[in-house]
T-cell receptor, first 113, second 113 residues
Framework: DQQVKQNSPSLSVQEGRISILNCDYT??????FLWYKKYPAEGPTFLIS?????DKNEDGRFTVFLNKSAKHLSLHIVPSQPGDSAVYFC????????????FGTGTRLQVTL | DVKVTQSSRYLVKRTGEKVFLECVQD?????MFWYRQDPGLGLRLIYF???????EKGDIPEGYSVSREKKERFSLILESASTNQTSMYLC????????????FGSGTRLTVV
């Protein structure tokens, strides 16, 4: 049962344009959401997060939006750069379960010149 | 910066062998995790630990066990390796119960032949 879903396995965007990565979840007990970025042959690195009490969090070129009623979050990257090419995982924390995270299946972003 | 070190980058083992994957973190984190990453399935939690000698099953613990004799070290054990355990294994740590930001190791690519 995949509680965190990233329905787009891959996405290709031109340099300078906006990249929008989407994530849907089913568990209403999730209270905190994170995005991780993974390059080949490296472990994932934390990118940005958002609490369920907020609907937006911004950090430089990265913005995460949360729509609780739709159980949907998205990561916007503006402007996209070639170095953003990586696999992006969204992750969710279930309230009351310590710091265990449930990860999505990942979206591979390719930023082209 | 917290560092999470996985002892091997690549491993090739034979079916039926007992396999040990080692993970060490250097920043006194309480929580440690083992995930496996497979194409189309994302990161799936195998086992995690909140403290020395404590362990909890994740979503896919079958065929695995863990050991945490010291706070900084968390070992994943494949009791009798099988070909369906060929995967990328990722170790992670987090500071405490309420801290959801993981630091990941670089991963171990295990191939079972």
């Amino acid at each position: 049962d995949q509680q965190v879903k990233q329905n787009s396995p891959s996405l290709s965007v031109q340099e300078g344009r906006i990249s929008i990565l989407n994530c849907d979840y089913t568990n209403s007990m999730f209270d905190y959401f994170l995005w991780y970025k993974k390059y080949p042959a490296e472990g994932p690195t934390f990118l940005i997060s958002i609490s369920s009490i907020k609907d937006k969090n911004e950090d430089g070129r990265f913005t995460v939006f949360l729509n609780k009623s739709a159980k949907h979050l998205s990561l916007h990257i503006v402007p996209s750069q070639p170095g953003d090419s990586a696999v992006y995982f969204c992750a969710a924390h279930n309230t009351g379960t310590a710091s265990k995270l449930t990860f999505g299946t990942g979206t591979r972003l390719q930023v082209t010149l | 910066d917290v560092k999470v070190t996985q002892s091997s980058r690549y491993l090739v083992k034979r079916t039926g062998e007992k396999v040990f994957l080692e993970c060490v973190q250097d920043m006194d984190h309480e929580n440690m995790f083992w995930y496996r990453q497979d194409p189309g399935l994302g990161l799936r939690l195998i086992y995690f630990s909140y403290d020395v000698k404590m362990k909890e099953k994740g979503d896919i613990p079958e065929g695995y066990s863990v050991s945490r004799e010291k706070k900084e070290r968390f070992s994943l054990i494949l009791e009798s390796a099988s070909t369906n355990q060929t995967s990328m294994y990722l170790c992670a740590s987090s500071l405490s119960w309420s801290n959801y930001g993981y630091t990941f190791g670089s991963g171990t690519r295990l191939t079972v032949v």
